[in-house]
C-alpha cells in the first residue's frame, strides 16, 4: 500500500494510528486488497456486469470460515427508510446451494423471499440470478402509488452502459447472522465507473474489465451503500472538512456532475453552516440516476448514512433539476441527524422481514428531518419570513388530510399495515408541525436560549450511529432533558390525537392566523404549483375533489363536495392523460360560459351544471401581529435566526 493510499483510508475514517491494533487492521486491508481474502469469518459476494442476460446479473455468495447459525436464507422484505414491504426476493430466480466440491445441495423456496437449505453444515456456495426492477413489465403493480420513489431502492441493469445497484435486491443474508462482514467483489467494463460511500479496497484492470473490492462489516452496510456504474465519472470535491462524492447517470449532455457541483456546494456549505459544531459524518456520496422512460418520475430520494440516492424523470429540464435537487436533497442531508446518528434499537438492529418492531418515532426521522430542510433555508436568508410561513400553512393544509383521529406514535408502530400504511405522508406535515411547536414551546421555556437543534445536540451527545435509545422510554428522557410541559405535549399531541392550536402557539412568536377571500382557479390555486390544492387520486386511479383547501366558492355553487369523482368535464372524460388538458382548457373559460361536470358520489352518477364566474377561495395565511409583545418578537427572531 502507497503512502497516498493509506492518506486516502485516513480521510475515509479507517483511522490508521501507529500502534499494534492499527498495524493488524492495516494488514487486514492490505490482505484483502490483494487476494479479497480473509480468515476472519466473511461472506464473499462477487457480482458479474459483464455477463448480463435478459437485464439479470449472476451473483455468486461464498462462505468463508463461516458456518450459518441456522438453515434459512433471506432476501429482504423492507429496508430501512421506506416503510412498506417490497419483497425483493421476488427479483431473485434459480437460486442453487453448493459444498465444497461443487455438489449441489437440496433448496426449498418457503416463499418470495426465503429459502431453507437442511444441508447447512455443508454449504459452501450459494450462486442465483438478480432481475433488474426498474425494466419489469410488472413493477407498477409492485410498487403501485409509489414509482416516483422505485428507483431509489431499485435496480437497473443496462449492459455495457450503466448499472444501479442497490445492495438490498441483489444480496441477501442468513437469519440470526446479519452482523456478519462481507466483502464485494463488482466486475464491470474498464470503460465505466464506479460511485459508492461503500470502503473501497482496491479496483484491479484486466482482459477489458475493471474488478472492484469492497469491505462492509454487517449486512446493514451492504443494503446503506448503493453503488453507481457509468460512463461518467464522478466528481469529488469539499464543503469545509466534508468530503462530498457527486456522481450522476443522464442520457443529458446538460446534466452532468460538473453541472449540478454549484448547486450541491452551496447547499451543503449552507447546511453544514446551519449545524454548526454539530458533528455528523466525514464523506457524503449523492448519486443522481435518472430513470427509464417507463418509470413515472419526478425527483426522489431515499437517505443513506453517508449519502443519499436519488432519481429523476429523462423530462426534467436542468433548471427545474437543481430546483428539486436543493430542495428534496436538504431533506435527505438532515437524516444524518436522524435516524442515522439519533434512533432507537428497532432500527438499530433493523429486522429486514418484519417479524421485529417498527419504531414509533417517525415523528422525529421524518418529521424533524422535513422540518429542518424549511427552517435551515429562512436561517440563512434562502428563503424569505413570508416565504417560510407559506411552507408552514402549506403542512397545515396538507396535515388535514389524512385522518386526524390516529396517534402519531401508534401511526409509526403500526406503519406496515393499514389503515396506518396510508397516514405515512403525514409524517411530512403533521410530523413537521410536531417539529415546529416543540421547536417554539422548547424556546418559550429556555426564554429563547434553546430550541429543536440544541435537543438534538444533547441527544446526539448521548448517543450516535452505534448506539441507539431505547424506544419505549424516549419521550420520557426527553422530559427530563426539558420540562414536564413538554412530556404533557407529547401525550396531546404526538402519543395523542388532541388537534395542534396552531393559533396558540404561533402566537407566542408573535404571529397570527389569518383567513380571507383571494382569488383561484377554477381546479387549481393561483400561488400553490401543486394540483393537490383541490384534487387527489385515489387507489383506483380516480381523481376526487379535496385537497389542502377548501373547495372554492364556484365549486360549490356547482353543488360540488369533497370527495366527489370527477368523472367529466364538457363530455371530456376526467383521467390522468385528460387531467392536464382539462385544466388548461379551463384557464380559458369567459364568464357566462355553460360548464358541465359528471361526477361519482356514493356509487351514483350526477350531472352539475353551472355558470363560469371568476372563482374565490377562503384561505389561511400565517401573518405578523401587528400587536404582538416586545418579548414574542424576540422569542421569533431567536427561534428563526439563532
Not at 431473485?92 to 418470495?112: G, P, Q, T, W
Not at 410498487?143 to 428507483?151: A, E, P
Not at 469545509?240 to 443522464?250: F, H, K, P
Request: with cysteine; proline share 3%.
Amino acid at each position: 500500500m502507497t503512502k497516498k493510499q493509506i492518506n486516502y483510508s485516513m480521510k475515509n475514517k479507517l483511522s490508521l494510528k501507529y500502534s499494534y491494533k492499527s498495524f493488524l487492521f492495516l494488514a487486514f486491508l492490505m490482505l484483502l486488497s490483494c487476494t479479497g481474502r480473509t480468515e476472519r469469518p466473511s461472506l464473499e459476494v462477487s457480482i458479474d456486469l459483464v455477463e448480463v442476460i435478459d437485464d439479470r446479473v449472476k451473483v455468486n455468495i461464498v462462505l468463508n470460515n463461516y458456518r450459518p447459525k441456522t438453515t434459512t436464507f433471506f432476501m429482504p422484505e423492507i429496508i430501512p427508510g421506506t416503510y412498506s414491504d417490497f419483497d425483493y426476493g421476488k427479483y431473485i430466480s434459480k437460486l442453487k446451494a453448493f459444498d465444497k466440491n461443487e455438489n449441489n445441495l437440496v433448496v426449498k423456496r418457503l416463499n418470495d423471499n426465503t429459502w431453507q437449505i437442511p444441508d447447512i453444515n455443508k454449504l459452501h456456495k450459494i450462486t442465483y440470478w438478480a432481475d433488474d426492477i426498474l425494466n419489469r413489465e410488472d413493477q407498477k403493480e409492485t410498487f403501485y402509488g409509489r414509482d416516483q420513489m422505485l428507483g431509489t431502492f431499485g435496480t437497473n441493469f443496462e449492459k455495457g452502459d450503466n448499472f444501479l445497484l442497490n445492495m438490498q435486491a441483489i444480496v441477501g443474508y442468513f437469519e440470526m447472522d446479519k452482523n456478519i462482514p462481507y466483502t464485494l467483489k463488482i466486475k464491470y467494463p474498464k470503460d465505466l465507473y464506479a460511485s459508492t460511500s461503500m470502503k473501497e479496497i482496491e479496483t484491479l484492470e484486466k482482459e477489458g474489465c475493471k474488478t472492484a473490492f469492497y469491505y462492509a462489516d454487517r449486512y446493514f452496510t451492504v443494503v446503506d451503500n448503493p453503488i453507481l456504474i457509468c460512463k461518467k465519472p464522478s466528481i469529488n470535491f469539499k464543503v469545509n472538512d466534508l468530503e462530498i462524492q457527486l456522481a450522476v447517470y443522464s442520457n443529458s449532455k446538460e446534466i452532468t456532475p460538473k453541472a449540478l457541483k454549484g448547486t450541491i456546494e452551496k447547499l451543503i456549505g449552507l447546511q453544514e453552516n446551519y449545524l454548526s459544531k454539530l458533528k455528523t459524518t466525514d464523506r457524503y456520496t449523492i448519486i443522481l440516476y435518472e430513470v427509464p422512460k417507463n418509470i413515472h418520475s419526478d425527483f426522489g430520494a431515499l437517505e443513506h448514512n453517508t449519502g443519499t440516492q436519488a432519481v429523476f424523470s429523462s423530462e426534467l429540464s436542468i433548471a427545474y433539476l437543481k430546483e428539486r435537487v436543493f430542495n428534496v436533497i436538504a431533506h435527505e442531508f438532515f437524516h444524518v441527524l436522524t435516524p442515522l446518528q439519533l434512533h432507537s434499537e428497532y432500527i438499530h438492529d433493523f429486522n429486514y422481514n418484519t417479524s421485529g418492531k417498527m419504531s414509533k418515532h417517525l415523528w422525529l426521522y421524518e418529521g424533524v428531518t422535513e422540518y429542518f430542510s424549511m427552517l435551515f433555508q429562512v436561517n440563512k436568508g434562502v428563503i424569505s419570513e413570508e416565504e417560510f410561513y407559506t411552507k408552514i400553512m402549506n403542512k397545515i393544509h396538507a396535515s388535514k388530510m389524512f385522518n386526524t383521529k390516529i396517534s402519531l406514535t401508534k401511526t409509526s408502530q403500526n406503519i406496515l399495515e393499514e389503515p396506518y400504511l396510508s397516514e405515512y405522508n403525514n409524517f411530512y406535515h403533521k410530523g413537521a408541525l410536531i417539529a415546529m411547536a416543540l421547536d417554539i414551546k422548547l424556546r418559550e421555556i429556555s426564554q429563547g436560549r434553546s430550541g429543536i437543534l440544541h435537543l438534538i445536540k444533547q441527544l446526539s451527545d448521548t448517543y450516535g450511529a452505534t448506539k441507539p435509545f431505547k424506544d419505549a422510554t424516549f419521550i420520557a428522557e426527553i422530559t427530563a432533558l426539558t420540562d414536564l410541559s413538554i412530556g404533557n405535549f407529547f401525550e396531546k399531541y404526538v402519543e395523542g390525537t388532541e388537534p395542534i392550536p396552531y393559533g396558540d402557539i404561533l402566537n407566542k412568536i408573535g404571529l397570527q392566523l389569518e383567513s380571507k377571500d383571494v382569488e383561484t382557479y377554477h381546479f387549481s390555486h393561483k400561488t400553490n404549483n401543486s394540483l393537490g390544492v383541490y384534487l387527489k387520486r385515489n387507489s383506483e386511479e380516480q381523481w376526487q375533489l379535496g385537497g389542502f383547501f377548501p373547495l372554492n366558492d364556484w365549486q360549490y355553487k356547482m353543488g360540488l363536495q369533497e370527495g366527489d369523482i370527477l368523472v367529466s368535464v364538457n363530455k371530456v372524460l376526467f383521467n390522468t392523460e385528460t387531467l392536464f388538458t382539462i385544466i388548461r382548457d379551463s384557464f380559458a373559460w369567459k364568464h357566462g360560459d355553460k360548464v358541465s361536470i359528471v361526477i361519482k358520489r356514493e356509487d351514483k352518477e350526477l350531472t352539475k351544471v353551472s355558470k363560469v364566474f371568476s372563482p374565490k377561495v377562503n384561505e389561511t395565511f400565517i401573518t405578523v401581529n401587528p400587536d404582538a409583545s416586545k418579548k414574542a418578537k424576540e422569542l421569533r427572531g431567536r427561534w428563526l435566526f439563532d
